[in-house]
């Protein structure tokens, strides 16, 4: 199980951008931290998510 945002899911095994994928998230205006070490965008297809790891997704949202 790894726990994404505070949910758990069976994504263990899989790498970033398949995740950020199935979640339904674009890469563009994002930021993915692992274990609180923040993933950079060229490693979101190479690095892999492991069991019990704790996944933080946060969208950049621009205002003014």
């Keep these: 199980m790894v726990k994404i945002n505070g949910e758990n899911y069976e994504y263990a095994g899989l790498s970033v951008l398949e995740m950020l994928t199935?979640?339904?998230?674009?890469?563009?205006?994002?930021?993915?931290?692992?274990?609180?070490?923040?993933?950079?965008?060229?490693?979101?297809?190479?690095?892999?998510?492991?069991?019990?790891?704790?996944?933080?997704v946060v969208s950049f949202v621009g205002g003014g």
């Excluded at 931290?33 to 790891?53: F, G, H, Q």
């Design 22 to 56: 199935e979640l339904g998230f674009s890469k563009e205006r994002i930021a993915v931290e692992i274990n609180c070490d923040i993933v950079p965008k060229a490693d979101y297809s190479t690095t892999k998510l492991n069991d019990d790891d704790t996944v933080e």
